[in-house]
């Protein structure tokens, strides 16, 4: 395997599936089953789930509600998402330990990097909801955190598109993927892959972002064996 511990950073839009809101439990079920390959391959796996799908901070501060407020209604939503990936993962037969930016028993306790640590070495799926416990950060931030505390090899950002283009090649068919970037060039090109307050984290720590297609079945494990399928920021 080309890594031994790795933080996956999914989307809650991502769990929408073809749904406009919530969790499609098909997309629940094909995450927990390309999940436990990947631990079955010897791969230690924490994870940070946003929660987008369920209620976004910033969406609540536009509409006139405090921010602070928002965000830990955001991060509410987040543990929702993780306690629902928790679920899927033990009924996939994964022993899983649920923790979190706000501690609330008895659903999970506190994130604490030694927990975390013992309980992937113990073979556990570590989910890390609560986003970093604070106002004013995203999940892309807490995904930062997290994979800095943990050591791990790389964060692997699950999205669905098969990479970093030069545009949204969802919108532009004349978009070209990059096959690497460094984060000096992503920045340069106002590539938006990852807010800036967890960009400067993974450089200033030189912590790898790997940025593929979460949503095809077997890409996980494609990503944690080195098949070059997405983009490798670094």
Same mark, same amino acid.
């Given at each position: 395997?080309?890594?031994?511990?790795?933080?996956?950073?999914? =989307?809650?839009?991502?769990?929408?599936?073809?749904? =406009?809101?919530?969790?499609?439990?098909?997309?629940?079920?094909?995450?927990?089953?390309?999940?436990?390959?990947?631990?079955?391959?010897?791969?230690?796996?924490? $994870?940070?789930?946003?929660?987008?799908?369920?209620?976004?901070?910033?969406?609540?501060?536009?509409?006139?509600?405090?921010?602070?407020?928002?965000?830990?209604?955001?991060?509410?939503?987040?543990? $929702?998402?993780?306690?629902?990936?928790?679920?899927? *993962? +033990?009924?996939?037969?994964?022993?899983?330990?649920? *923790? =979190?930016?706000?501690?609330?028993?008895?659903?999970?306790?506190?994130?604490?990097?030694?927990?975390? $640590?013992?309980?992937?070495?113990?073979?556990?799926?570590?989910?890390?909801?609560?986003?970093?416990?604070?106002?004013?950060?995203?999940?892309?931030?807490?995904?930062?955190?997290?994979?800095?505390?943990?050591?791990?090899?790389?964060?692997?950002?699950?999205?669905?598109?098969?990479?970093?283009?030069?545009?949204?090649?969802?919108?532009?068919?004349?978009?070209?993927?990059?096959?690497?970037?460094?984060?000096? +060039?992503?920045?340069?090109?106002?590539?938006?892959?990852?807010?800036?307050?967890?960009?400067? *984290?993974? +450089?200033?720590?030189?912590?790898?972002?790997?940025?593929?297609?979460?949503?095809?079945?077997?890409?996980?494990?494609?990503?944690?064996?080195?098949?070059?399928?997405?983009? +490798?920021?670094?």
């Amino acid at each position: 395997m080309k890594y031994n511990r790795v933080l996956l950073k999914l =989307s809650g839009e991502s769990l929408m599936g073809a749904q =406009s809101y919530g969790i499609d439990p098909a997309m629940l079920e094909q995450y927990a089953k390309d999940i436990k390959e990947a631990v079955a391959h010897g791969v230690e796996v924490a $994870i940070v789930i946003g929660g987008g799908n369920i209620f976004r901070g910033l969406s609540g501060a536009a509409q006139g509600m405090d921010r602070v407020q928002g965000d830990y209604m955001g991060m509410l939503a987040t543990l $929702i998402n993780s306690m629902a990936l928790q679920a899927e *993962l +033990e009924k996939q037969g994964l022993k899983t330990e649920l *923790l =979190s930016g706000l501690a609330i028993e008895p659903i999970c306790k506190e994130m604490s990097r030694r927990r975390a $640590i013992e309980a992937m070495k113990a073979g556990r799926v570590v989910i890390i909801g609560g986003g970093s416990g604070n106002p004013f950060f995203t999940t892309d931030t807490a995904s930062a955190l997290r994979a800095v505390e943990i050591q791990a090899d790389a964060i692997l950002k699950g999205t669905r598109v098969d990479g970093v283009y030069t545009a949204d090649p969802e919108k532009d068919p004349t978009a070209t993927k990059y096959p690497t970037l460094t984060f000096q +060039e992503a920045l340069g090109k106002k590539l938006k892959i990852m807010d800036l307050t967890a960009f400067a *984290l993974c +450089e200033e720590n030189h912590l790898l972002i790997y940025v593929f297609d979460m949503n095809r079945p077997g890409n996980l494990l494609r990503v944690v064996s080195g098949e070059p399928i997405g983009t +490798e920021v670094m």
